[in-house]
């Protein structure tokens, strides 16, 4: 027996590593009973409210983080890794949130949390794909600098070296939009010293 949905539910899943929501089925156009019918008849595992997973397939961390808590943006460690400024595996993950954010939830998932004024929110707010091949919300690079610059003192230095190399010699890097940032987030004598001594 053929099922309306099957074909586009299976794509949703197939192009998100495993994961759907019942937001992006009823988006689709699945109705409540059709898309309960298709988690069940598929053997999905619901991981939190509306969002389910493909037992089959090795679940891709950062996206379902992502799925679960859509105003958390990869952040410090984190943006690093996924803009290939470190060859360490952020562990814990690490998140910014706005300061007025619950982020009650989030806590028990076993990330480190940042908080920024509203304003620092959105500056440099990007998307990145995953190793898994999945776009999520993470800083841009210029801003993961200046979050590293901040927060020097908790960052391990060989981390910290390799990151400021890195960005200093990569090819899209722009100086302006980190000297722009920098400006914004009150910190443009703190950034240049660093930077005068990479480049």
Known sequence: ???????????????????????????????RPAFSDYVRRR???????????????VPDEMALLQKRFPKAVFSHDSALYLH????REPMPISVTVDSNYNAGPLRGQGVRIYYVKPEWYELG????ETPGGIKVRAYDKERTICDLI??????DSAVF???????????????????????????????????????
Do not use: C, W
């Open 1 to 31: 027996m053929s099922h309306k949905y099957d074909k586009t539910l299976d794509a949703i899943l197939e192009n998100n590593a495993g994961i759907i929501t019942s937001a992006k089925a009823q988006e689709a156009g699945a109705t």
């Open 43 to 57: 053997g999905l595992e619901r991981t939190s409210r509306g969002v389910y997973i493909d037992p089959d397939v």
């Open 84 to 87: 290939d400024l470190t060859d």
């Open 125 to 128: 707010l990007t998307e990145v």
């Open 150 to 155: 901040r927060k020097r003192a908790t960052v």
């Open 161 to 199: 070296r390799q990151a400021i190399r890195d960005y200093t010699r990569s090819k899209d890097k722009d100086l302006a939009r980190l000297s722009s940032y920098a400006r914004a987030m009150n910190m443009e004598s703190r950034v240049f010293e660093v930077m005068e001594v990479a480049l």
